[in-house]
C-alpha cells in the first residue's frame, strides 16, 4: 500500500465506538459474573464429559 493512500481505518473504529459506547435502555442486561460464571461451568461440564466419556 502506498504512503499515499488513506485507509481509513482510524475513522471506521470511531465510528464503532460511537456505536457500541450507547447503551440501549430497552437491551438486555447481564451481569459479567454470571457470564463468567457460565463459562467456567461449561469448561467443568466438558472436562467432566471427556473423563467419564
Known amino acids: 500500500m502506498s504512503s499515499g ?3 481509513g ?3 471506521s473504529s470511531a465510528g464503532l465506538v ?3 459506547d450507547s447503551e440501549d ?3 438486555i442486561q447481564i451481569d459479567p459474573r454470571s457470564v ?3 463459562g ?3 469448561g467443568v461440564f466438558v472436562l467432566l ?3 467419564f466419556v
Open 36 to 38: 463468567v460464571a457460565t
Open 49 to 51: 464429559l471427556q473423563f
Open 25 to 27: 435502555p430497552n437491551a
Open 40 to 42: 467456567a461451568f461449561f
Open 9 to 11: 481505518g482510524l475513522m
Open 5 to 7: 493512500q488513506n485507509s
Open 18 to 20: 460511537r456505536y457500541f
